[in-house]
């Protein structure tokens, strides 16, 4: 057991100096006292936020991060950058995949994300048969996590088909291809094993297009006997041509198809729901579900706009995530998606509306709860019973140099590229010092290798 003491610290009832909070041996804040002093505890300056959840990782993308930004006389899009992430996973070992996947985790910790979902579904070997240990390719993941001290969601991905009505998957799938009885067997192998202070595992759903709608319920009710709060998540409506052939399957648009014939609730994460109507918008937001947005892969693919305002207005739940990790930064993403909603409504300070409120106050406490919802642990509040994830920054860097409280976190999301974060604590350890992650030379070592490697191949 610890006693961590910071001199200035967001807690639920707002800011609080002088901050004693007791850190159990399994990771877990056991008190939080205001209006203390130091004596005996482990001092840390700065300014100390909960860490932020990051709700969508796809971690071998990081690897690929820049790799397809060429043009063609065919035009690029979504569908295309598709096609060249399928020629890239076709190499990748266990190896690579641990290799990647700490590297990812490390950035992540490093700007101030303390926990992941990982949204897995490249579960097989190159031929598309399943590894000796079927669970190999996600123990990879259980060990990046373990070496770098980030939080997880894991969440073993269903993938049956290429698209609606379950056509034919396309040889370039092979890798991500299941069934609801190996989804559920990886589950219940992952679950029996995970250590549940810093594991969660969850159930992913890749789309409406991979996943036809009996296998859909089948999956869910079946995890759901196995664990009945288990975090469920699902890419929907993230392109329009996901929609128009939603439509022309079902004569439904595939968020509401999903509000239809699923049990969509706050144990739920739909990611992306770029191209939603008002009837879904309202939907989503009744249901409780929380929608995981990711400005900076949904800006590199192309996607489109989220309607958050629209959203918003009606108190709907969201988070953020990463995903293909062309951004790596909770700051990046959030900027992102304020700075989206200024371009489309030629108006400032959106997400904060008509509150005499900081923007990215208003930014890190939805992302904070939304993230913890989604991510089905208890993160993303300094408190007791919460797990010790906590983001010290740097009132000496530049971008923070006079400001505090709301100021300092307007600062860290909207001033410039360069991370304010200088410590981060993951269950109580001290992970990044003074803005270098504990792990980073090793883990990049190992990386370093993978990548120039792969690099010949991309």
């Known amino acids: 057991m610890i006693d961590l003491f910071f001199d200035s610290v967001l807690l639920p009832s707002g800011w609080t100096h002088d901050v004693r909070i007791g850190v159990d041996a399994g990771g877990w804040i056991t008190s939080v006292q205001p209006n203390t002093t130091p004596r005996g505890a482990q001092r840390t300056p700065g300014i ?13 993308q990081r690897a690929m991060a820049g790799s397809a930004e060429i043009g063609s006389p065919a035009g690029d899009s979504f ?13 990748l070992t266990p190896h690579d995949i641990e290799a990647i996947a700490a590297q990812l985790f490390v950035e992540l910790v490093r700007r101030g994300f303390t926990s992941v979902a990982e949204f897995h579904y490249l579960r097989n070997d190159k031929d598309g048969t399943p590894y000796e ?18 939080g997880l969601t894991i969440l073993p991905t269903l993938y049956q088909a290429s698209d609606f009505g379950g056509v034919k998957p396309e040889p370039e799938q092979r890798r991500f291809l299941n069934n609801v009885e190996s989804l559920i067997s990886d589950i219940a192998i992952l679950g029996a094993e995970a250590s549940g202070s810093t594991v969660r595992i969850g159930l992913g759903l890749h789309s409406l297009r ?4 009996d296998s859909l319920s089948t999956a869910i009710d079946a995890a759901r006997k196995m664990d009945p709060t288990i975090p469920i998540h699902i890419h929907v409506a993230e392109q329009l041509r996901e929609v ?36 879904e918008i309202a939907g989503i937001s009744a249901s409780g579900a929380t929608v995981g947005l990711c400005p900076t892969t949904e800006a590199n693919l192309g996607d489109g706009i989220f309607p958050f305002l629209e959203y918003q207005n009606r108190k709907g739940t969201w988070a953020i995530g990463t995903d293909s990790h062309v951004g790596r930064g909770p700051a990046s993403e959030l900027r992102l998606l304020e700075y989206g909603q200024r371009l ?26 939304g993230g913890a919802t989604a991510s089905g642990r208890r993160i993303g509040s300094i408190v007791k019973g919460a797990r010790a994830d906590i983001v010290i920054l740097d009132q000496n860097h530049p971008a923070l140099l006079g400001l505090s409280e709301d100021d300092a976190l307007d600062a860290w999301i909207f001033s410039g590229d360069e991370t304010p974060v200088s410590d981060v604590f993951t269950g109580g350890n001290h992970v990044v010092r003074q803005g270098r992650h504990v792990a980073a030379d090793n883990v990049y070592d190992s990386y370093a290798e993978v990548a120039r490697n792969l690099a010949k191949n991309i």
């Not at 096609?83 to 996973?89: G, I, L």
């Not at 997400?351 to 904070?368: C, E, F, I, N, Y």
């Open 210 to 213: 991979a996943v036809p709608g």
């Open 244 to 279: 128009d052939r939603s439509l022309s399957y079902s004569g439904t648009r595939p968020a509401a198809w999903l509000l239809d014939h699923a049990p969509v609730d706050k144990e739920w994460c739909l990611i992306h729901a770029t191209h939603i109507d008002a009837a």
């Open 133 to 150: 240990d079927p669970v190999e390719m996600a123990r990879r993941i259980l060990k990046a996590s373990e070496t770098t001290g980030i």
């Open 344 to 369: 489309k409504t030629r108006t400032r300070n959106v997400a904060a509306g008509a509150q005499q409120k900081s923007t990215g106050r208003t930014l890190l406490d939805a992302a904070w709860s």
């Open 48 to 60: 100390a936020v909960p860490g932020v959840p990051n709700v969508h990782s796809h971690a071998f």
């Open 79 to 91: 569908w295309s950058w598709r096609n060249r992430m399928y020629s890239f996973v076709r190499s």
